[in-house]
Each structure stands twice: as C-alpha cells, then as structure tokens.
C-alpha cells in the first residue's frame, strides 16, 4: 500500500534529544523528507535525504536512512520549546509526495 | 525557495454552496499540487495542477467536485463545490521548489461547511 507509517505522539523533556522514526514503502523513494508543521502554521521543510545516504546531519537535526528496513528517523538535539509541532514523514512516489499522519512532539519542562 | 500565498486562509460556508481557493507562487514552478488535510489525519494529495492541461486527479477526487485552474506558472486555484459538511478540513496548495527537491507549502484554508 502507500502508508507511511509514523507513531502519533512523542513527548520529551526540555533539552533532551527526540528522536521521530518513520516507515515508509517504496524503496525507489528517491528523496525522503522530514517537513514541520506549527500550530495553525503550513508546512515548512525541515530537511531531506536521497536515498542514496545513510546519514544527514543538519544542526540539531539528524537523519538516519536504513533502506534495508525502510526505516527513516529525525534527531533533534537539545529540544527546545519552539520544537514543539507535528512532524510529518514523506516520500516521493511516482513524482508525488506520500506523507505519513505526522507525530506530535510535546516538549515537557 | 519559493513563497506561496494561499486565500482565504479560512472560511465558514453554507452547505450546497462552492468556494474558490486561490495560491500564488513568488517565482514560476512547473508543478502545483492541491493536499486535504482532514482533522487528525496527514495530507491527502487531491490534484496535480497542470498549466496548460487539464489537473490530475487521484483516486477518490473528480473534478466536478475540485475544479482546479492553472492559468500560468505562478498561480492556480481549487474550487470545491456543492459543499457538504464532510468537505470541512484545512485545504493546502504547493509547488515544487528548485531541481525537485522540495516542495513548499501555502498556509492552508481552513473550511468549515455548515
């Protein structure tokens, strides 16, 4: 099918590192991308991986690209409060974007 | 990067009534698309806007219900029409950012169908 698969919520205290893991389905997605979206914001690019790394490192931000598993995951490092959003995993498919259903990030005190 | 503004960003409307959602991009793109973004739910592609063409469609979308026009490279609109109360959801238009690695987003239209 075409899910991306991502888990709904994910809470994490001021300062620690979130980690936001997804699963997505074609494993010719030739970019894979972590976009952000704010309370009553649109979308905003976070950043994106071709497929052909493993890694990327962005700031805080790290992504991690297992294409065996078609598993992709977003590091944020020393999560602050303005992190707190949905997170939404996609892939490109046939020149479409497939996003998966977003995860929530709570940041606690 | 490209700078896409979206209108209305919200809106109440009657049922059986139609309204016109428009987005402008600041530079000229090849591709726009057109995403529903029900509540609790991801984005959901409706059309791909073609300029010159007719939009594509995905499964589940005709165009009777989501006219879609692309009169030229930095704008096109979603008309959703005969609305229901099930049509209530926030409405996204985007266009692809330079060499395809991309997309950016518009700021949503909120509809509400009462």
């Known amino acids: 099918g075409e899910d991306v698969e991502q888990s709904l919520f994910l809470s994490v205290r001021e300062g620690d590192s979130s980690v936001i893991n997804c699963t997505y389905t074609?494993?010719?997605?030739?970019?894979l991308y972590w976009y952000k979206q704010e309370p009553g914001a649109g979308l905003q690019l976070l950043t994106y991986?071709?497929?052909?790394?493993d890694m990327k490192q962005d700031q805080r931000l790290t992504v991690l690209l297992n294409k065996k598993d078609k598993h992709l995951s977003l590091r944020i490092a020393d999560t602050q409060t303005g992190d707190s959003a949905i997170y939404f995993c996609a892939e490109t498919l046939d020149d479409k974007i497939i996003f998966g259903k977003g995860t929530r990030l709570h940041i606690l005190p | 990067s490209a700078v896409i503004s979206q209108k209305p960003s919200r809106d109440i409307c009657q049922r059986g009534t139609s309204l016109t959602i428009q987005c402008q991009v600041d530079?000229?793109?090849?591709?726009m698309f057109w995403y529903r973004q029900q509540p609790g739910q991801s984005l959901t592609l409706i059309a791909t806007?073609?300029?010159?063409?007719?939009?594509?469609?995905e499964s589940g979308f005709v165009i009777d219900k989501f006219p879609i026009s692309r009169p030229n490279l930095t704008f096109s609109t979603l008309t959703v029409s005969n609305m229901s109360p099930e049509d209530s959801s926030i409405y996204l238009c985007s266009a692809e950012g330079h060499l395809n690695t991309e997309a950016f987003f518009g700021q949503g239209t909120r509809l509400t169908v009462v």
């Open positions: 074609d494993s010719s997605s030739t970019y």
């Open positions: 806007a073609n300029q010159g063409s007719e939009a594509t469609y």
């Open positions: 530079s000229q793109v090849t591709m």
């Open positions: 991986i071709f497929s052909n790394m």
